[in-house]
């Protein structure tokens, strides 16, 4: 199994602008929206939103003590900075209030988290991390203490501990008060014992529909297949059922790509002839998808309940 190499303070994939993320930003947040940007680091991904849009609500978790003093000196050079909140703690599944050990990378803070890297370490691309103790919540608790009824868009990067956020966000998922949900996957999942099948599977159960982030747009990813299992980095976008119209129809500049090779990897099975129809039926299912998703232009209108809470003054 090949595992990539870390890139400095940078997305593990590469900056904001060449990894596609800059056109998820334009494309799927709007003004008045309430955006969560969890495992901020130095806060390049939440600048890009705000050189876009004046009108937005973010709440931001570092919970590095130094990285996020650096978050805060980055995030006052945006002088018309909106509503702001910075926290200094980290967002994970428990209820409770509780301190939790993470490993800071210190010449890559970006990889610092939750589940040791100790392959990365073994390989020489990293010294031993320092092992500090960081407050905990989770966005349920979060959003019930500061009032916050709904999640436009939040965006996961916490290297390995994605699905422990998202199991934190558990009440909010079922009532549906989640529209968006860009998350990292890669070989931090193997620290952290959890799979993309796993994240798929939870997010299915709340009606999500799920793209891999490409440079050249999304795709389309209806069922999770064996082979999507490859612990390579990449974003991935999971779109809520309130706002799924949005993806699948009405945006005229964003090109939903769907290669073909997405309707040759399902395996078949000819010695089952009920398996062979499920795979005929999710077939189908794939060509009507293709004939449905073109390109997208119009912006999620009607979001509500702006908040102005204010961990730090900017």
Request: proline share 4%; net charge negative; hydrophobic share 35%.
């Amino acid at each position: 199994m090949k595992i990539e190499q870390p890139q400095s303070n940078q997305s593990s994939q590469g900056s904001v602008e060449t990894s596609g993320e800059t056109a998820i930003i334009q494309q799927f947040i709007s003004e008045g929206s309430v955006v969560f940007d969890v495992g901020a680091n130095v806060g390049d991904w939440t600048k890009e939103v705000l050189s876009r849009l004046t009108d937005v609500e973010v709440h931001l978790f570092e919970p590095i003590p130094q990285v996020y003093n650096t978050l805060l000196e980055n995030l006052a050079e945006n002088t018309n900075a909106p509503k702001i909140t910075a926290n200094n703690l980290a967002l994970t599944k428990n209820e409770n209030d509780e301190y939790k050990t993470f490993y800071y990378y210190e010449n890559a803070s970006a990889w610092s988290t939750f589940y040791r890297r100790e392959v990365v370490e073994q390989m020489g691309w990293h010294k031993a991390p320092n092992e500090i103790v960081v407050p905990t919540l989770n966005i349920d608790s979060y959003c019930e203490r500061l009032g916050i009824q709904r999640i436009n868009f939040l965006k996961i990067d916490v290297e390995g501990a994605e699905l422990d956020v998202l199991y934190g966000a558990r009440n909010l998922l079922r009532r549906g008060e989640v529209d968006y949900i860009q998350f990292e996957y890669g070989a931090t999942f193997i620290d952290a014992s959890i799979t993309l099948k796993d994240v798929f599977d939870y997010l299915h159960e709340f009606g999500f529909s799920i793209f891999k982030i490409l440079p050249q747009g999304l795709e389309d990813k209806p069922f999770f297949l064996e082979q999507h299992e490859n612990y390579g980095y990449n974003n991935f976008l999971a779109v809520g059922e309130r706002v799924h119209s949005f993806v699948s129809g009405n945006r005229p500049d964003v090109t939903i790509t769907i290669p073909s090779p997405v309707v040759k990897e399902i395996p078949i099975n000819r010695k089952d002839a009920s398996n062979l129809e499920k795979i005929k039926a999710e077939l189908a299912k794939s060509k009507a998808r293709l004939n449905q998703l073109t390109t997208h232009n119009q912006q999620v209108q009607g979001h509500e309940n702006k908040y102005q809470f204010y961990h730090a003054s900017l």
